[in-house]
């Protein structure tokens, strides 16, 4: 099993990347977008095939490891093992160069 | 008196604070690999500056987990006093040995200077020689320094009077327009709930000497020197009275 795990600045705790990035996205005409938060991401590949038995591993290891709890919090996806890389659903149409 | 240094992948004050506290103040002083298990008999450990494990993850994340630190832990449950300077401080907070976390600076820029700091408590081994309110002149040089606790926790520090130094203007008045990296409460160093353990952000190590733009820092090392030097007079107590009590016998 594959998990994805993301990590943010829990909602209380100021985000001045993310607040940087949302200024410069205004200066660029992009008035729509409200606000920016930024956070990591962690593809963790796992040697289990219980969906279960995954979700609770990666939340340990977040929880341990991957995320600060004094500032952080995560969020974790389990998916079968994905035949296309991760984030390929992000690329531009026709794909990167 | 016996400075233990430690030394990470990727630490860059290491040899300041050596420098500091052999050169300058004439104690006995040596780097302990990370790897290592033992303190080598260290009476003070300071975890130095730079960038721990290349601060992946999150600065100090992964120097958590180097095996020295179960040896940091056992000597800061002893009571033996443990500095963490920058990158050291970060570390304190990453393993849970101080309270708290670091953000990205406010302003995002790594910030090099000289700033002023108050000091706010003198009954920990890092300000005992120092004068309660005293403003110190010392450098700092972090991206991100600035100082979080969720606001229970914040609360239960101030009450606990566990905020050691604060960020001000030359005169020692908290501004925030002299908090150089947005920490709340204005918090430059902080100690344990026992006082033994203190993190800061600026570094005293680089302020030992005129020669290199200030002694401010001075007080810091002077204080655990005299910190131990009343522990020791403290500890003679005791066998003086027994001593006193066998000839009255």
Redesign the interface.
Do not use: E
């Given at each position: 099993m594959r998990a994805r795990v993301f990590v943010t600045?829990k909602p209380?705790?100021?985000d001045?990347?993310g607040r940087?990035i949302a200024d410069a996205l205004h200066s660029l005409g992009y008035a729509s977008v409200a606000d920016v938060r930024q956070g990591k991401y962690f593809e963790l590949d796992l040697a289990t095939t219980e969906v279960a038995t995954a979700k609770q591993l990666a939340a340990e290891v977040a929880d341990k490891?991957?995320a600060?709890p004094?500032?952080e919090s995560y969020r974790v996806e389990v998916v079968a093992e994905p035949t296309a890389p991760v984030g390929a659903e992000l690329a531009p149409p026709g794909g990167r160069s | 008196m016996k400075f233990g240094v430690v030394v990470f992948p990727g630490s860059n004050c290491d040899e300041d604070a050596l420098r500091a506290a052999r050169d300058v103040f004439g104690q006995d002083a040596e780097y302990i690999w990370h790897k290592d298990t033992d303190l080598k008999g260290a009476d003070v450990v300071v975890l130095p500056g730079g960038f721990a494990h290349g601060d992946y993850l999150r600065t100090g994340a992964m120097a958590r987990f180097s095996p020295i630190m179960a040896g940091v832990r056992a000597h800061a449950e002893r009571g033996g006093p443990v500095i963490g300077i920058c990158n050291g401080f970060q570390i304190l907070l990453e393993s849970g040995l101080l309270p708290g976390a670091m953000l990205r600076n406010r302003g995002l820029k790594y910030r090099c200077e000289h700033v002023y700091l108050r000091v706010e408590q003198i009954d920990t081994p890092f300000t005992c020689a120092a004068k309660q309110g005293a403003v110190l002149r010392i450098p700092i040089g972090h991206g991100e320094g600035n100082y979080y606790a969720p606001p229970d926790v914040l609360e239960r520090i101030v009450k606990n009077r566990q905020v050691v130094l604060r960020y001000t203007d030359p005169k020692g008045r908290v501004d925030e327009d002299w908090n150089p990296n947005g920490s709340v409460s204005g918090i430059a160093g902080i100690c344990s709930e026992a006082r033994n353990v203190v993190g800061l952000m600026p570094h005293p190590e680089r302020a030992c000497e005129a020669l290199l733009g200030g002694e401010d820092g001075r007080v810091i090392f002077e204080s655990v020197l005299e910190w131990f030097r009343s522990a020791e007079a403290v500890a003679l107590q005791p066998v003086r009275s027994a001593t006193l009590q066998a000839s009255d016998r």
């Open positions: 600045l209380s705790v100021f001045p990347q940087t490891v991957l600060n004094v500032i | -």
